[in-house]
Structures are given as structure tokens and as C-alpha cells.
């Protein structure tokens, strides 16, 4: 009966120090400002593109650093981000509201956000809410003179 107690009051504290080591992360992550969340999905395919699912989608937390943005899975437990997204290789593709499925996977005031990223021009779609999307865009807009920006 102790052992079992012990046992239990282990796993207990296993996962609250693991539910702990998530919040220390994201205020690692949110420490230098400029974060948002921001939902991803890389690689769509073009049948996927035209009728989504709520398949694909990863919740994420992203970061202004310069001309990138870094993007860190939220449920990980990695220092480092997952992807980043060079302000000069984005562009803008369409912009929409999620559909079937994707409204239940993703937030409630989501936006779709297409986007075809580098060289390989790879389509990956965000979903951003209203305030996020427009510091996005402003973030894109404001690139130095002489880089090729596209926003739709």
C-alpha cells in the first residue's frame, strides 16, 4: 500500500514538473517580446489547399527576431524553434476564413493566412488571429529597401 502511494505521488510530481517546464519555456520563449500565436501547417498540397481539413494543423507560438520568424511547437519541450520563415522568401498567397473542419481545429477569431516560402516555394498556411495578421503583414510590408516583399 506505501509503495503504491509512493508510486502515485511520484507520477504526480513528474507531471506537474513537466506542466511546470512548459510554462518556463514559453516565458523563455515570450522573454524578448514580438510572440504571437500563431497556428501552422507546412507542405500543403494543392488538393489540401482547396479543400481544407483540420488535418496538418500544429499549435505553435512565433517570434519576430530581425527578418525571420521563429516558430516553436507548443507542446515540445526543444529551446529551439521548429521552423523560421525569412521575410524576404515569403509570399503572400490568399488570405481566408477556416472551413469544415479547420473551424473546429483551430482558434475561434483564426485566419488563414497562405503563404509560398522559398527558394523550393513551399506552401505553408498559418491561422492567425485579427491583431497577430495585422502585425504580420505590417512585419512583411516594412522590409528594407530593395527586398522584394508580396503581400496579397
Same mark, same amino acid.
Given at each position: 500500500?506505501?509503495?503504491?502511494?509512493?508510486?502515485?505521488?511520484? %507520477? /504526480?510530481?513528474?507531471?506537474?514538473?513537466?506542466? $511546470?517546464?512548459?510554462?518556463?519555456? +514559453? +516565458?523563455?520563449?515570450?522573454?524578448?517580446?514580438?510572440?504571437?500565436?500563431?497556428?501552422? +501547417?507546412? #507542405?500543403?498540397?494543392?488538393? #489540401? =489547399?482547396?479543400?481544407?481539413?483540420?488535418?496538418?494543423? &500544429? !499549435?505553435?507560438?512565433?517570434? !519576430?527576431?530581425?527578418?525571420?520568424? #521563429?516558430?516553436?511547437? /507548443?507542446?515540445?519541450?526543444? *529551446? +529551439?524553434?521548429?521552423?523560421?520563415?525569412?521575410?524576404?522568401?515569403?509570399?503572400?498567397? #490568399?488570405?481566408?476564413? *477556416?472551413?469544415?473542419?479547420?473551424?473546429?481545429?483551430?482558434?475561434?477569431?483564426?485566419? /488563414?493566412?497562405?503563404?509560398? %516560402?522559398?527558394? @523550393?516555394?513551399?506552401?505553408? @498556411?498559418? &491561422?492567425?488571429?485579427?491583431? &497577430?495578421?495585422?502585425? $504580420?503583414? =505590417?512585419?512583411? @510590408? &516594412?522590409?528594407?529597401?530593395?527586398?522584394?516583399?508580396?503581400?496579397?
Amino acid at each position: 500500500m506505501v509503495l503504491a502511494l509512493l508510486l502515485c505521488g511520484a %507520477v /504526480v510530481l513528474l507531471v506537474l514538473a513537466g506542466l $511546470f517546464a512548459f510554462g518556463v519555456r +514559453r +516565458r523563455l520563449i515570450q522573454r524578448s517580446g514580438g510572440t504571437f500565436d500563431c497556428n501552422l +501547417r507546412w #507542405e500543403v498540397s494543392q488538393q #489540401e =489547399a482547396e479543400e481544407p481539413s483540420g488535418k496538418g494543423w &500544429a !499549435y505553435g507560438i512565433a517570434r !519576430y527576431n530581425g527578418d525571420r520568424i #521563429e516558430w516553436f511547437r /507548443v507542446f515540445s519541450y526543444a *529551446p +529551439r524553434p521548429r521552423r523560421h520563415l525569412v521575410r524576404g522568401a515569403i509570399d503572400v498567397l #490568399e488570405r481566408r476564413s *477556416p472551413r469544415g473542419e479547420e473551424e473546429q481545429a483551430l482558434l475561434s477569431d483564426a485566419i /488563414v493566412l497562405a503563404c509560398a %516560402v522559398g527558394t @523550393e516555394r513551399t506552401r505553408v @498556411e498559418l &491561422a492567425l488571429s485579427e491583431d &497577430a495578421l495585422t502585425g $504580420f503583414l =505590417a512585419w512583411l @510590408e &516594412a522590409a528594407p529597401p530593395g527586398q522584394r516583399v508580396n503581400v496579397a
